[in-house]
């Protein structure tokens, strides 16, 4: 990772936190599109993190989002690698939902990601790398989530064509499962889903240091944890069956 320069986003809380704590130390240089410049410098003093600079972008504007152009080029740069670690999402009933939410859960983890990702295109290097964090929400139905789930499964069919029709990147899809991290006080205010996947929840330390081992290692996808993943080939075998004779796994997100 050694003067490496990687565009971050999600970089203040949960796993990206993590990450970007941990990329610096194996070296990188970090860009970070943050939103609230007080709680990034907080969390990254300029003494502590000499490596790490802020770019103020709302990840929920379209607009600020197609701008960042004109300042990645008053800045002179090019990056090594993308990582996307934002995400959003509610853990509610299909009628809860309101139009905002809504809009907020396919801009931030869908249609925003893509928009993101074309306007830095002229500033990655020739063999870049693309880390985004979708989930295994995405690969299973999601009552009581819905849209959170659809949209991670949109984010990973991206994922998916992106490897094929841009060959020279290395595309790393990071499909997990419950992490402890501030997600869910915002996703389930009434901590009902944490408190009901306690015991099997990931450490975001521990997933940001096999995020980097899979970047270093050129995997294409890391899936954690290992027994959820058997879980979820055992469900596209047979999703009807396994949803009636486990119908209290799939209820964990109602509140």
């Known amino acids: 990772m050694d003067h490496k320069h990687f565009l971050v986003t999600g970089a203040t809380s949960g796993i990206g936190y993590e990450l970007v704590k941990q990329l610096h130390y194996h070296g990188a240089r970090l860009t970070l599109l943050i939103r609230d410049e007080e709680k990034a410098t907080q969390l990254f003093p300029t003494k502590s993190f000499p490596n790490i600079s802020f770019i103020v972008c709302d990840l929920n504007d379209t607009t600020a989002i197609e701008n960042l152009s004109s300042d990645f080029q008053k800045l002179n740069v090019s990056f090594d690698g993308f990582i ?7 853990f509610k009933s299909l009628a809860s939902h309101t139009t905002e939410e809504l809009l907020k859960t396919y801009r931030l983890n869908v249609i925003h990601f893509a928009v993101l990702l074309n306007v830095i295109k002229p500033f ?20 009581y989530a819905a849209h959170y789930g659809a949209s991670k499964a949109a984010l990973i069919q991206i994922l998916n064509a992106l490897r094929i029709e841009e060959p020279s990147y290395h595309v790393l899809n990071v499909i997990l499962g419950p992490v402890k ?7 389930d205010p009434s901590g009902t889903f944490k408190r009901k996947t306690a015991l099997f929840m990931l450490k975001p330390e521990q997933v940001a240091k096999d995020i980097i081992v899979a970047m270093n290692k050129g995997h294409q996808e890391l899936r954690a944890p290992k027994w959820m993943s058997m879980m979820l080939r055992l469900y596209s075998l047979a999703p009807r069956t396994i949803e009636k004779a486990a119908k209290p796994f799939f209820m964990s997100k109602k509140q």
């Open 84 to 90: 996307h670690s934002a995400g959003l999402g509610y």
């Open 181 to 187: 991290t501030p997600f869910h006080d915002h996703s």
């Open 124 to 143: 990655l290097v020739t063999n870049p790398q693309i880390v985004a964090l979708s989930s295994m929400s995405g690969l299973a139905t999601q009552p």
